[in-house]
């Protein structure tokens, strides 16, 4: 049974992945006005719409997921996630920091340490 679980939570972990990985990969034009968008509009957020409403400061696979390489959060126009959600994956990656999981900012691997 628990590994059922695990199955299924890792194949959760691989749409979100899929999902936001499609969303960054794109290049779209930025303009300045904010209504307009970097997802599309009926996508929804992946956490909700996969059930992956359960998760805490341990889970550093889906938490690894929406920082960027340098170790910034990725905004809610670039990963599509709701408000709600936005705030627990913060809370998350703060936490995860604090425990030590997680590292606090990465330098580039392109850039020369001075």
Not at 15 to 41: F, G, L, M, N, Y
């Amino acid at each position: 049974m628990a590994l059922r679980i695990t199955f299924q939570r890792f194949y959760q972990l691989a749409a979100i992945r899929r999902h936001v990985c499609s969303i960054t990969s794109t290049q779209h034009k930025v303009s300045s006005k904010r209504s307009e968008r970097q997802i599309p509009e009926g996508a929804g957020c992946p956490l909700c719409q996969n059930g992956l409403d359960r998760f805490g400061y341990r889970d550093v696979l889906l938490l690894r997921q929406f920082l960027t390489p340098e170790g910034y959060l990725m905004g809610r126009r670039i990963t599509g996630i709701c408000p709600k959600m936005q705030r627990r994956i913060a809370k998350a990656i703060r936490r995860s920091r604090q425990m030590g999981l997680l590292p606090n900012f990465q330098t580039p691997e392109n850039k020369k340490d001075s």
